[in-house]
């Protein structure tokens, strides 16, 4: 079964400074992985996903995220933090077969110190 | 682009009484939609899968007589909370992929709190 496990529950990074979220990945068959950011008392908004084309896929609000299969990762990056970046991010994998489950970390709280 | 809208957004209901939250496609045929649940400062846990039409497939643990998930049109399904109780309170999210099953859309998410 496919998994997705988040390092750190907590990243606090400076305004302007590198934005690194990690996520690692457990599964079987090629997997379909998504980053979502989820904002106080909100829904998700899906930030970037994976389907099996460019390992580097870039998504909205400057963040983008390298598929390492070697590593089994799909770390989130962005170069330069934004005050408005602050929020939980979560990082999902598709289950794979016929249904389209998703399965998600734990999350990773960012927060974006002045 | 796609959405999804829940609602209500906020629900407060009395313990023993039943609430129901609905999940809508705006613009798009929403074959399969999935309802999860997320407790505060935690990640979301599927409680059921439901395809149009059919009966829901609930995940272990979820019971299925106390929530219960309609899908009866491509665009709707709801979730009711029968019997709820304080323990119930959290928040609901819901999300729809229409026939690609690409793209998995989210909803705003509803917030109930039983007193």
């Known amino acids: 079964a496919q998994s997705v496990t988040q390092l750190g529950s907590h990243v606090s990074v400076s305004e302007g400074a590198l934005v690194l979220l990690r996520c690692n990945y457990s599964s079987s068959v090629p997997p379909y992985l998504f980053w979502y950011v989820q904002y106080p008392n909100q829904g998700l908004q899906l930030l970037l996903k994976?389907?099996?084309?460019?390992?580097l896929v870039k998504g909205i609000n400057g963040f983008e995220a390298e598929f390492k299969k070697s590593e089994t990762s799909f770390h989130l990056t962005k170069p330069s933090a934004h005050m408005s970046d602050a929020a939980e991010y979560f990082c999902a994998v598709r289950e794979g077969g016929a249904t389209n489950k998703l399965i998600f970390g734990t999350g990773t709280l960012l927060a974006v110190q002045p | 682009g796609a959405v999804v809208s829940q609602h209500p957004s906020r629900v407060i209901c009395k313990s023993g009484t039943s609430v129901k939250i609905e999940c809508r496609s705006l613009d798009f045929q929403a074959t399969t939609m999935f309802w999860y649940r997320q407790f505060p400062k935690q990640s979301l846990m599927l409680m059921a899968t439901?395809?149009?039409?059919?009966?829901?497939?609930?995940e272990q643990g979820v019971e299925k007589d106390k929530f219960l998930i309609n899908h009866a049109s491509l665009t709707l399904s709801t979730l009711t909370v029968t019997s709820a109780h304080p323990e119930d309170s959290s928040f609901y999210i819901c999300?729809?992929?229409?026939?690609?099953?690409?793209?998995?859309?989210f909803g705003e998410g509803s917030w109930l709190t039983v007193v």
């Open positions: 994976y389907t099996s084309a460019a390992t």
């Open positions: 439901s395809n149009e039409g059919s009966k829901a497939t609930y």
């Open positions: 999300s729809a992929t229409g026939i690609s099953g690409n793209t998995i859309y």
